[in-house]
């Protein structure tokens, strides 16, 4: 039986180039299992054999787990750590999750055994192939692939990609409507290796963004050499989508570079995305030019600018409306996606209107909360005024600027914005920082009303805190926290000078 096993390692090693170990565990499961049928399917059983003559030794184990472990379930294949110590000739330095043994009656390598053994060895070649096969791609997620269909079912497409590998493009991956035949040549973006229980499988995708994105390196040689960038993308598969370009030398169309001579370049990636329509959107560091560029095919002829919630109004011509959203939302979503803006989308008029309507409101704020008149309410609107908090806080250096306006009328401005403020505030029921606080040098609007919620409303307040009461207070160092309190404390200092 030595022999056999000897003989069976050699043959299944040297017929499948797998490594003699890995056949001499599946001999090991084999005769675990075979020796479980015989003694009770109950038992945990490990079998032992010697690399070199073939022998093999069978011992019944038991995991060792803590005595109120409430985790204890079978004695057949647990003992509790007091037993197991207790147990003759057991060692002294027996643990919890260690294993207790006793050697038992080994079962021959018969024909049940071989059967059984043959069954794992198969299994474990299989995910042994597999797996070294798959571990030259594990390097290369992020590449694009190609393959031939080798078969398609209802978890997706399969490619052969050569020297016994294979890919699958699961449904969810593949692009809307597309048909696929076998042994037609496919393209795919390597998204991961995924471990599945009958082991690793080598995952592609049409449909992700990269996908596009690496064709258009693949077609356009500028992009590989550095002098054109991707600066972001976006799709709809199947339908259409939008890239994002910029050139690195001033003497470089990026647009042109990207489509091709009478477009060859783009309508190959095209075909490659079974039809799906690429627009090849020119980047620009002004924001609001770039949501124009990533608007197109619409026109677009104005543009509200919403920095805080970042947002845009876009008005287009009434007629071009339909073409500016795009069918189903297609058009500005795309452009929202690849700008990172939430774009709002209307006709002039309509956003004439808003703008109006907020202004409007914007004006009778000041007006009610600031009693001024209209005069003053518009010339703050014009300025770019929208808020209470922008008058009351605003820097004092930026109100001077506005020549409609005076010291006196600045400083009367401020203290009825900060009025109107505090009265809301109490109506809320909200902690409102001192003035002192508020124009303390190095302070701003946003961390003296943190510290109020905390109840430090003054200098006095902040003074008598240590650095660390302030450290958990997002975008606070200690070199900030020192010097703002350095800072509440000087009052003290120069009354020690004063006395």
């Known amino acids: 039986m030595s022999k056999e096993i000897l003989y069976v390692v050699d043959a299944v090693s040297n017929e499948k180039s797998?490594?003699?170990?890995l056949i001499f565990e599946a001999v090991e499961t084999a005769l675990a299992m075979a020796t479980r049928?015989?003694?009770?399917m109950h038992m945990d059983v490990r079998v032992s054999v010697d690399r070199e003559t073939g022998d093999y030794t069978t011992f019944r184990?038991?995991?060792?787990?803590?005595?109120e472990d409430p985790e204890f379930e079978s004695p057949e294949r647990q003992i509790l750590l007091s037993y197991a110590t207790a147990k003759e000739g057991a060692s002294e330095d027996i643990a919890i999750g260690d294993y207790v043994e006793e050697p038992i009656e080994s079962v021959e390598f018969g024909r049940i055994a071989a059967q059984t053994a043959k069954q794992v060895i198969v299994s474990k070649v299989r995910e042994a192939e597999r797996e070294r096969v798959v571990s030259g791609y594990r390097d290369r997620v992020g590449e694009l692939l190609m393959g031939s269909v080798k078969r398609v079912d209802r978890k997706g497409v399969f490619l052969d990609l050569g020297?016994?590998?294979?890919?699958?493009?699961?449904?969810?991956?593949m692009i809307p409507r597309e048909m696929t035949h076998n042994g037609t040549r496919m393209r795919g973006y390597l998204k991961e290796i995924r471990q599945e229980p009958r082991g690793p499988m080598i995952i592609l995708s049409r449909t992700d963004t990269?996908?596009?994105?690496?064709l258009m390196k693949l077609e356009v040689p500028e992009i590989n050499q550095e002098m054109i960038d991707i600066m972001g993308a976006a799709r709809d598969p199947g339908a259409?989508?939008?890239v994002a370009v910029r050139a690195n030398l001033p003497n470089i169309d990026p647009v042109g570079a990207c489509v091709g001579m009478r477009g060859s370049r783009i309508q190959t990636v095209t075909t490659e995305l079974n039809g799906e329509r690429v627009d090849i959107v020119l980047w620009d560091e002004d924001i609001a030019t770039f949501v124009m560029n990533a608007m197109a095919p619409a026109e677009v002829l104005s543009i509200v600018v919403d920095e805080d919630n970042q947002s845009m109004d876009i008005g287009v011509d009434q007629e071009r409306l339909s073409q500016a959203i795009g069918k189903g939302g297609q058009n500005v979503r795309l452009a929202s996606e690849l700008t990172g803006w939430t774009l709002n989308v209307m006709s002039v008029e309509d956003a004439e209107a808003k703008t109006l309507a907020e202004q409007q409101a914007i004006l009778e704020l000041f007006s009610d909360k600031l009693d001024v008149d209209e005069d003053v309410a518009i010339v703050l609107?014009?300025?770019?005024?929208?808020?209470?908090?922008e008058v009351a806080y605003v820097a004092r250096e930026e109100f001077l600027e506005i020549e409609a306006f005076d010291e006196e009328i600045i400083d009367e401005l401020r203290n009825r914005a900060r009025t109107a403020l505090l009265t809301e505030a109490i109506v809320q029921d909200a902690p409102i920082p001192a003035d002192d606080l508020l124009d303390m040098d190095g302070m701003d609007k946003d961390l003296a009303y943190v510290l109020a919620a905390r109840e430090v409303r003054t200098m006095e307040d902040l003074a008598e805190l240590a650095v660390d009461e302030l450290l958990d207070i997002d975008g606070m160092d200690e070199e900030r926290a020192a010097a703002l309190i350095m800072t509440a404390r000087a009052p003290w200092f120069a009354e020690e000078q004063s006395d």
């Open 163 to 173: 020297e016994n590998a294979e890919a699958l493009i699961p449904r969810e991956e």
């Open 381 to 389: 609107v014009e300025e770019g005024f929208s808020t209470l908090e």
């Open 61 to 67: 184990r038991w995991l060792v787990i803590d005595d």
């Open 37 to 40: 049928k015989r003694f009770g």
């Open 240 to 242: 259409r989508a939008k």
């Open 18 to 21: 797998v490594s003699k170990d």
């Open 210 to 214: 990269n996908f596009l994105t690496e």
